[in-house]
Each structure stands twice: as C-alpha cells, then as structure tokens.
C-alpha cells in the first residue's frame, strides 16, 4: 500500500528518545525546572512533549544516568544539576582528595557569600531563614541524615541569593561530593552542645556586607595544611 501523503514518517524510536532527551535538557536550561525542583509527571510529560510513555521514560532514565535528574521514590523525579558535570566530580571524590573538596567548595562559598549579601532579596532571605532554621533543628535534634541535607540547603540558598548562574550550575555539580563529604565528617552521631553556628553568615547576608559574608562563609572551611 503506497502511504498516505498526509502522514510525515515516523522517526526510528531511538531518534525520537535523543529528541526527547533534548527537549527535557532545553527546559531545565532555561530554568522551567530549576535545580532542587520536581519535574512533571510521566503522564504530564508524555502530553507536553507529545512522545509516547516509553520515550519519555527512557528519557528521564537517561538523565538519571548522566546526574541531571534524581527519582526519588514516592516523591517523584528532582532536577539535581543543569549539566552533566556532577557525577564526573562524584567519581573523584575519594579519601585523600576530601582536603581538595574543602578547598575547591571555599573558593565557590566565600565569593557565593559575597555576592549574595550584594544582590540577595526579599524572596533570598526568606529562603535563607528558612534554610538556617531547619539545619539548627536537625542540629539540635541529633538527626545527622536531616542536618546533612539542612547544610546542604542553607549553603545552596547562600549561592542561589548570588543570582550568578554560572556560579550556581558549578556548585550544583559539586553537590554529590559535598553530601559525601559532609555524612563522612559527621558520621552517625552528632554533639548538639557543639553547633556550627550559621547564623552569622545570614546576619551579614541581610546586613548587606559582603566582606563580613565573605570572611564567615570561609571561617567554616579553612584549608587544611599540606602535609
């Protein structure tokens, strides 16, 4: 039977998977789905990218695979980074490389700081409240899985309020390394009587000081000296 003039041929489904792949990296982008966000459900994405459930699917997997996105199981699926970065700097991070972690994680926080007590707003310091009072509740707790993600989120808000994308992308890719890091230093119990206080740091965010935000985001990471 001669097809029908009417009907555009079919791509070959691992076409139509790249297509899709690179539609869902041009959204998250552009920052329709920001980094720590949920992305849309299979059903939501099979009717906005017009592709059938497996494609969508073996997209989403494929994204998983490369760190961009993260299921998380009864939650739904997390953009986790905007590049493919994050488990190439996950794959380096071993045990005698933890004093090159803290020192690469300085020299993004201290000018994150900087910048976020220069250009953070109304909508930033809530955040950063927020941020801050959860991590002094998992402290206070001794709930080392829930003060882990509370740092993590309270430092993530400080590069968010610096409003430089670049920055933000780079730190994200770092992200796996700093929740290794972190669960390594901490361990399993923690010493409430002994805080690492935060609190100073969004102090100077909101006071608008850039170089006291600068000088207590690295107060919390001092390079370790060379052996």
């Not at 139509?16 to 720590?36: F, K, S």
């Not at 000018?111 to 009072?133: S, V």
């Not at 901490?186 to 409430?192: K, R, V």
Request: glycine share 6%; aromatic share 4%.
């Amino acid at each position: 039977m001669t097809p029908s003039v009417d009907s555009p041929p079919v791509p070959p489904r691992g076409q139509r998977i790249r297509e899709t792949i690179a539609q869902l990296r041009e959204r998250i982008l552009a920052g329709e789905w920001p980094v720590g966000s949920r992305i849309p459900t299979e059903p939501q994405l099979v009717a906005a990218l017009g592709v059938g459930r497996n494609t969508v699917r073996e997209a989403v997997r494929a994204l998983q695979h490369a760190g961009v996105l993260e299921c998380r199981q009864g939650s739904g699926t997390y953009v986790v980074s905007t590049d493919e970065l994050a488990p190439v700097v996950a794959r380096q991070l071993t045990d005698d490389r933890m004093a090159e972690v803290i020192e690469v994680r300085r020299a993004f926080e201290v000018e994150a700081a900087r910048l976020a007590a220069l250009r953070r707003t109304p909508e930033d310091l809530a955040a950063l409240d927020g941020a801050l009072a959860a991590r002094e509740a998992a402290w206070r707790g001794g709930r080392a899985d829930e003060f882990v993600e509370a740092d993590i989120a309270l430092h993530t808000a400080v590069v968010v309020a610096a409003h430089n994308r670049m920055l933000a992308e780079l730190y994200s890719s770092v992200g796996t390394a700093l929740r290794s890091s972190l669960t390594q230093t901490i361990g399993a119990t923690m010493t409430p009587e002994h805080p690492i206080d935060h609190a100073r740091l969004v102090d100077a965010i909101r006071a608008g000081d850039p170089e006291r935000a600068a000088r207590e985001a690295g107060a919390f990471l001092e390079p370790v000296p060379k052996a």
